[in-house]
């Protein structure tokens, strides 16, 4: 099984932008599916974008279409979420969350992203 770790969140000012990151201990190449949920506080934790290995495809929940970017470095072990033009409603704990070929999963600790002026 592999361990994940996420980085990059912080404080950010609504328009502005965030690069999360997701470190992978393992084999990366073991993981077919990759995802990045987030939840806010009170609320249910929400998948946010997935990106497939095999066949070839990225996958965005609507409040996020044509923000966030979602990409993968094999090389480097890692996923990746671009959020550019942020709004308050972003703000949320946000979790990487793999899923290997033998359907083990696992999930990161989260890392805070909060959007605010």
């Known amino acids: 099984q592999v361990q994940l770790v996420e980085s990059g969140g912080g404080l950010v000012q609504p328009g502005g932008s965030l690069r999360l990151s997701c470190t992978v201990s393992?084999?990366?190449?073991?993981?077919?599916?990759m995802r990045w949920y987030r939840q806010a506080p009170g609320k249910e934790r929400d998948l946010v974008a997935t990106?497939?290995?095999?066949?070839?495809?990225?996958e965005y929940a609507d409040s996020v279409k044509g923000r966030f970017t979602i990409s993968r470095d094999n090389a480097k072990s890692a996923m990746y979420l671009q959020m550019n033009s942020l709004k308050p409603e972003d703000t949320a704990v946000y979790y990487c969350?793999?899923?290997?070929?033998?359907?083990?999963?696992?999930w990161g600790q989260g890392t805070q992203v909060t959007v605010s002026s």
């Open positions: 969350n793999t899923r290997t070929w033998a359907a083990e999963e696992s």
């Open positions: 393992g084999n990366i190449f073991s993981i077919n599916v």
């Open positions: 990106i497939t290995r095999m066949p070839s495809s990225t």
